[in-house]
């Protein structure tokens, strides 16, 4: 019951939020996936490595996917090739065992889910100027 109530939180989270807001909430969830997956090396719990990096391999992916080349120029290139090392680095601490692989990419998604709660900040101070 109260994961299903959970789940349409979420449900309900991502249909009100802007496209920014959505680029910021697959950040948190790929850097919880992460961490989780970070945790669940160090205990060796092969179950949730697997389940938490092949989350956060699946998020990576789609923000890279949602990348636009033309709109985005140089900028949507750097993430993709930040996008390469990150998703490298997943499979890397899979294969090997490796917390020590996630840091970096712990480090990485943060410093982009930081700058991307910038500019959704931005983007509601008109909004709520407006009202």
């Known amino acids: 019951m109260i ?10 989270q991502i249909m009100t939020s802007s ?9 948190d969830a790929a850097v919880q996936s992460v961490e989780l997956a970070r945790h669940a090396v160090e205990t ?3 179950a949730d490595k697997g ?33 390469e090392y990150a998703l490298a680095e997943l499979v890397g601490a899979n ?10 990419v712990l480090r990485c998604l943060n410093v982009l889910r930081e700058a991307w709660r910038e500019v959704a900040a931005q983007h509601h101070a008109p909004l709520a100027m407006a009202r």
């Open 44 to 46: 060796n719990n092969l």
């Open 19 to 27: 496209r920014v807001q959505i680029v910021v909430l697959l950040y």
């Open 51 to 83: 389940r938490f990096l092949g989350r956060a391999i699946s998020i990576v992916g789609e923000l890279d996917c949602a990348l636009d080349y033309e709109q985005g120029g140089e900028i949507a290139r750097s993430l993709h090739r930040l996008y």
């Open 95 to 104: 294969a090997r065992n490796d917390a020590r692989k996630l840091e970096g």
């Open 3 to 12: 994961a299903q109530r959970a789940n349409q939180y979420q449900q309900t």
